[in-house]
């Protein structure tokens, strides 16, 4: 079983919180947040402050790596961010999103430590940046939305109100992606995946994850039983109700949790990390199909050494490589 560690970057550098205007500004675009959760017109019509990220520059990805001099790299990062997306149109295009996964990758990028001053969160930095570039280019007609500071805010105002206790990257990010699914429907990667080739067709017809124990789980195998999935891959069509009872259940554990230990609360798997999404799917009756291990995670978190895009290059079964950068496994 993998256990996913708290964002190691965003204990690095706490810095004080100080009350400013566009602090006073933001609660303000909370509380409108929770009191019309229903009048998202309005919510998209609040004037954010959106500002560019020039500093970022990018090193070449293993494989897929746009070029590192694209100066169009600060641009894209806006244009991925959920915050300017219109979902409406969006979902215009993807009239079958309840009923097979719709062609949406989303990704997430948060930084615990400014949950007070969104417009503070860091920039995205530039491998996390070039993974998301890496699927945008792999599928041109794809939308690529990446979930940000700003944009759970926005679009995600009553769950920001549980968010902003959690100070532990990985459980944040656990409850954006299942609320982004269940509400938007799409394919959810960890941004230490790096996608190699893209995603086959027919993996879109149902929801989905990835078997992680034990390794040479066969679905095609009847008395092949996955025992632990992973929660770095998961696709849904929009309002699948399993990933929406997994998304319920983790916000409920997160309240209590953060009822009983405060702000110091620390991340317990259990709460809303791999086991409960594993629960969910090996359940007889679960609408999710269960991939075999190597076709997104080729290599275990054990043997990390070897997990490299270059080792899987030539492997047409491998759609991504699974780098574990930011998980340990235990078992
Ligand atoms: C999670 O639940 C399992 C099974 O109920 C239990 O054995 C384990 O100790 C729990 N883990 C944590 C970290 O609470
Ligand atoms: C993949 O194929 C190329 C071209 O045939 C070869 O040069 C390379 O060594 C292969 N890589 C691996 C990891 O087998
Ligand atoms: C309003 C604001 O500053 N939003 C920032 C949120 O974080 C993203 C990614 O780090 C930045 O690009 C945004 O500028």
Same mark, same amino acid.
């Given at each position: 079983?993998? #256990? ?27 509380? %409108?947040? =929770? ?6 017109? &309005? ?6 402050? %959106? ?30 961010? /959920?915050?300017?997306?219109?979902? $409406?149109? =969006?979902?215009?295009?993807? @009239?079958?999103? !309840? ?5 949406? #990758? ?25 993974? #998301?570039? /890496? ?16 944009? *759970?805010?926005? !679009? ?9 206790? =959690? ?23 960890? *941004? $230490? =995946? #790096? ?18 124990? @034990? ?11 996955? &025992? ?11 309002? +699948?109700? $399993? ?24 991340? +317990? ?8 999404? *594993?629960?969910?799917? %090996? ?10 291990? !190597? ?15 270059? +080792? ?6 491998? %759609? *991504? ?11």
């Amino acid at each position: 079983m993998a #256990i996913t560690k708290a964002n190691n970057s965003s204990s690095s550098s706490r810095r004080p919180h100080r009350p400013g205007r566009s602090y006073l500004a933001l609660k303000l675009v909370a509380i %409108i947040g =929770i009191i019309c959760y229903n009048c998202r017109n &309005l919510l998209m019509a609040l004037p954010l402050p %959106i500002t560019t990220t020039n500093d970022i520059t990018t090193t070449g990805l293993e494989q897929q790596a746009s070029s590192p001099e694209d100066p169009q790299n600060s641009l894209r990062d806006l244009m991925y961010d /959920a915050s300017n997306k219109q979902m $409406d149109k =969006i979902f215009a295009r993807y @009239p079958d999103a !309840h009923a097979r996964v719709p062609n949406i #990758i989303h990704l997430t990028w948060v930084d615990t430590e400014s949950w007070e001053e969104p417009a503070q969160q860091r920039p995205v930095p530039s491998d996390v940046l070039e993974v #998301i570039n /890496a699927w945008q280019k792999l599928h041109p007609e794809w939308e690529v939305i990446l979930w940000t500071n700003t944009s *759970t805010l926005l !679009h995600f105002p009553e769950l920001y109100v549980t968010l902003r206790s =959690i100070k532990v990257g990985s459980w944040a990010s656990n409850l954006i992606r299942y609320h982004v699914l269940a509400k938007y429907g799409g394919t959810y990667f960890d *941004t $230490d =995946i #790096i996608p190699l080739r893209p995603i086959p067709s027919s993996l879109m017809e149902a929801a989905f994850t990835v078997c992680e124990r @034990p390794r040479d789980f066969d679905p095609t195998n009847p008395d092949s039983k996955c &025992l632990s999935t992973c929660n770095a891959v998961i696709g849904t069509p929009r309002g +699948n109700q $399993d990933i929406q009872v997994v998304a319920d259940t983790a916000l409920q554990n997160s309240i209590v949790r953060l009822k009983k230990y405060g702000t110091k609360a620390r991340y +317990n798997l259990n709460v809303s990390g791999p086991p409960l999404l *594993t629960q969910m799917v %090996i359940a007889e009756e679960s609408s999710f199909a269960i991939l075999p291990s !190597h076709m997104f995670y080729p290599c275990d978190w054990s043997e990390k050494e070897t997990c490299t895009a270059q +080792n899987f290059a030539n492997d047409t079964n491998v %759609i *991504t490589v699974h780098l574990w950068k930011n998980s340990r496994g235990l078992s």
